[in-house]
């Protein structure tokens, strides 16, 4: 089954979950990354929001 998007829960914009579906569709959308970008950013740096940005930044500038 698929989930309900209309009832989705608010999302923590301070922290970057991966466990659900529409979370990480919103924060791949948000950065602008692939799922595996994405899973690899808070892999390196955790899920705070602030610090994946910065991470992507500076890959993106490499």
Known sequence: MSE???KR???DLEL???NTQYELQYWK???GCE???LRKAVA???NAAEN???YLLDR???
Do not use: H, N, Q, Y
């Open 4 to 6: 309900d998007f209309d």
């Open 9 to 11: 829960p608010d999302l």
């Open 16 to 18: 970057i979950s991966l």
């Open 29 to 31: 959308e948000t950065l």
């Open 35 to 37: 799922e595996l970008t």
């Open 44 to 46: 390196a740096v955790g």
């Open 52 to 54: 994946v940005r910065a």
């Open 60 to 62: 993106k500038r490499d």
